[in-house]
Nanobody
Framework: VQLQAYGGGLVQAGGSLRLSCAAYGSIFGTNRRSWYRQAPGKERELVAI???????NYADSAKGRFTISTDNAKNMVYLQMNSLKPEDTAVYYC???????????????WGKGTLVTVSS
C-alpha cells in the first residue's frame, strides 16, 4: 500500500489550502485515516483523524479551521484548511490504518508528506 499526499504550497496567512491523499495498492479495508504534521524542530503531531463509524477528531489547533473528509470508494482522504496561520507551517503527512486482505492485520501506512508554508 502506498499513500501519496499532495496539495501543499505557499499561502498567505488567512488563506486556504486543500490537501489530498490517495492510497494505492492492494487495499481490502481501511479502519481510519488521518493527517499529521511536523514543523521544523518539532515532533510529528496529529492534526485530524477519521475512524470508521465515528465523528472526526481534531487537534485543538485545528478545530474550527480544518476539516477532514474521506472518499472510501476512491481511497482518498482530504484536509481542508482555512484561516491558515504561520504556525500551521509544516510538512503534512497522511496516514491510513489499512489491511490488505480479509485475514491480515490492520497496519499503519504513511505518505511522504507535502509541505505547507504559511507566510505572515
Amino acid at each position: 500500500v502506498q499513500l501519496q499526499a499532495y496539495g501543499g504550497g505557499l499561502v498567505q496567512a488567512g488563506g486556504s489550502l486543500r490537501l489530498s491523499c490517495a492510497a494505492y495498492g492492494s487495499i481490502f479495508g481501511t479502519n481510519r485515516r488521518s493527517w499529521y504534521r511536523q514543523a521544523p524542530g518539532k515532533e510529528r503531531e496529529l492534526v485530524a483523524i477519521m475512524t470508521n463509524g465515528e465523528l472526526p477528531n481534531y487537534a485543538d489547533s485545528a478545530k474550527g479551521r480544518f476539516t477532514i473528509s474521506t472518499d472510501n470508494a476512491k481511497n482518498m482522504v482530504y484536509l481542508q484548511m482555512n484561516s491558515l496561520k504561520p504556525e500551521d507551517t509544516a510538512v503534512y503527512y497522511c496516514n491510513a490504518n489499512t489491511r490488505t486482505t480479509y485475514y491480515s492485520n490492520f497496519m499503519d501506512y504513511w505518505g511522504k508528506g507535502t509541505l505547507v508554508t504559511v507566510s505572515s
